[in-house]
């Protein structure tokens, strides 16, 4: 989606960069999504922690799309590496829209907007990861042209077992 035909589709949308004074907004919206995705119980961050790692340590990068000014969904990324393509890439951890404004093509927007600044810096890829039943995300990524990873498992280690692994 170009952005002559956003702003054709509705005026009052917009995305900016966050600033240090978002992080409550991040937060809020950051447990929004946990909900959605039924993982609430694993959400430990704080508007502290958030603030150092997104805007002091700069470890992240938030995009929020705003609708007649006000906040409406975010997306918060870093930069990865790829030694295949020999070039860095954009890898999103988070991508939000409120519930009241789904399917209006803001998502969309936020990836097209996402898939421009991976391009201006030079990326080489836009990844992410999606909960296998989460379809109506699925199904977008599809008609956007993104393609599954099969083949590939994720891994995460946290916790008692990222403390055992350090301290072996």
Request: aromatic share 12%; glycine share 8%; hydrophobic share 45%.
């Amino acid at each position: 989606m170009s952005d002559s035909k956003l702003n054709r589709v509705d005026e009052l949308f917009s995305i900016r960069f966050a600033k240090a004074d978002d992080v409550s907004v991040i937060l809020a919206f950051t447990k929004e999504l946990a909900e959605y995705e039924k993982l609430l119980h694993e959400v430990v961050a704080t508007e502290e922690l958030l603030h150092e790692w997104i805007f002091e340590k700069q470890k992240a990068e938030v995009l929020i799309a705003e609708y007649d000014q006000e906040p409406i969904g975010f997306a918060l990324f870093f930069h990865n590496f790829s030694t295949f393509l020999g070039r860095a890439g954009i890898y999103l951890e988070d991508l939000y829209i409120t519930p009241a404004m789904r399917g209006r093509g803001f998502g969309r927007a936020m990836l097209n907007h996402l898939a421009k600044l991976t391009k201006k810096r030079g990326g080489g890829r836009l990844e992410w990861v999606c909960l296998d039943w989460n379809q109506p995300s699925i199904d977008l990524y599809l008609s956007l042209g993104a393609k599954p990873m099969d083949g590939w498992t994720t891994f995460r280690m946290t916790g008692d077992a990222l403390t055992a692994l350090a301290n072996n």
